[in-house]
């Protein structure tokens, strides 16, 4: 059975850091490219961040271009996310995922009809 599992969320101020992971099994993780997706309070999905299979190519959504890192461990099917000068508005319930398809420019569509989600992690960014 195919799963992902979140954690390392929680507390921190403005200004501060974070590094979320996530534990895949249950299918080919290494020809997998993964992302990072986020939902804030009240609003829609929000992809913030892809990696190929590899790990040697990555994209991000430009309100967290230089903040945020996403990285791979293939060997241990593991997804990572460092997130350094967190803003309030980071606040929210983080999410990995397999691609869905297409290109960065329809991918918060997509997913709108993905439909392999784990628990995800709450990020809450307060002073």
């Known amino acids: 059975e195919e799963s992902l599992v979140e954690s390392g969320g929680g507390l921190v101020q403005p200004g501060g850091s974070l590094r979320l992971s996530c534990a895949a099994s249950?299918?080919?993780?290494?020809?997998?490219?993964m992302t990072w997706v986020r939902q804030a309070p009240g609003k829609g999905l929000e992809w913030v961040s892809v990696?190929?299979?590899?790990?040697?190519?990555?994209s991000y959504t430009d309100s967290v271009k230089g903040r945020f890192t996403i990285s791979r461990d293939n060997a241990k099917n593991m997804l990572y996310l460092q997130m350094i000068s967190l803003k309030p508005d980071d606040t929210a319930v983080y999410y990995c995922?397999?691609?869905?398809?297409?290109?960065?420019?329809?991918?918060?569509?997509?997913?709108?009809?993905?439909?392999?989600w784990g628990r995800g992690t709450q990020v809450t960014v307060s002073s």
């Open positions: 249950g299918f080919t993780f290494r020809k997998s490219p």
């Open positions: 995922a397999k691609w869905p398809g297409g290109t960065i420019a329809d991918v918060n569509a997509r997913y709108r009809e993905y439909d392999f």
């Open positions: 990696i190929n299979d590899g790990g040697s190519s990555t």
